[in-house]
């Protein structure tokens, strides 16, 4: 087995955890990002941030080491970008524009450009068709229930799909997989739902998108197993 792409991986994730540590402490108060310079602090927060940034990139490496760095690039940042947001969800119940709204327009980019440098523009229709059907199926859910469902997911969910539909070889197969990221989402989120629910003793809101974004992840990281079972 060849470690080096998972040490360059490691190594990488150090400053990508925090990156994600900055967001997660200045996004949700409308700070500047960088404005004064922020320093590392090792609290435990910043540590839990870095430990899943780590193990992402190492999966991503292990799982696109043999993709062209564009690639590779885009899947990084939405990992990154993930576990901010992630952090951020679980304290606020918001997934904020400031980092949704530009982390949409990159990853377009990024799609689109890497698809095309890989003489592979059809991959930018899979991704289309991903990111549209996840924000359809959201949409749908949160004008059918919007406390269930809040809009910060639903513009979110056009990230996802369009990450999950990047990694898939047809049409059907990125349907198939937005559908698997959604119902893996759904049922975790629910169950944790029933948790919150039982330990509260009674219904009050908590966060979606952490497990919104664990589902993404997850088919992800596991396409290629996942979408060949079901071919």
């Not at 360059?8 to 402490?25: C, H, K, N, R, T």
């Not at 870095?50 to 939405?78: C, E, K, M, N, S």
């Not at 549209?132 to 949160?142: I, K």
């Amino acid at each position: 087995m060849n470690w080096t792409p998972l040490v360059i991986g490691l190594v990488l994730s150090i400053p990508a955890g925090w990156f994600a540590a900055v967001l997660d402490e200045r996004i949700p108060d409308n700070l500047p990002l960088f404005r004064p310079f922020p320093g590392v602090a090792f609290t435990s927060r910043r540590l839990w941030i870095q430990f899943f940034v780590t193990v992402l990139f190492i999966a991503t490496f292990a799982r696109f080491g043999d993709a062209p760095p564009l690639v590779l690039l885009g899947y990084l940042l939405f990992f990154t970008a993930a576990v901010a947001l992630a952090a951020i969800d679980l304290v606020t119940l918001r997934l904020p524009d400031r980092i949704v709204g530009p982390l949409l327009m990159i990853s377009l980019v990024i799609v689109v450009v890497a698809s095309l440098l890989n003489h592979d523009a059809v991959q930018i229709r899979f991704a289309i068709i991903g990111g549209a059907v996840y924000f359809g199926f959201l949409l749908l859910a949160h004008l059918v229930m919007p406390a269930g469902m809040g809009f910060g997911d639903v513009k979110l969910s056009a990230v996802m799909g369009l990450f999950v539909g990047w990694v898939t070889v047809d049409g059907l197969s990125a349907v198939t997989a937005t559908l698997y990221a959604m119902i893996i989402g759904f049922v975790v989120g629910s169950a944790a739902g029933i948790v919150v629910f039982a330990f509260r003793r009674g219904s009050k809101p908590y966060p979606f998108g952490p497990f919104l974004l664990f589902g993404a992840i997850v088919v992800i990281l596991a396409s290629p197993q996942l979408l060949t079972s079901v071919a």
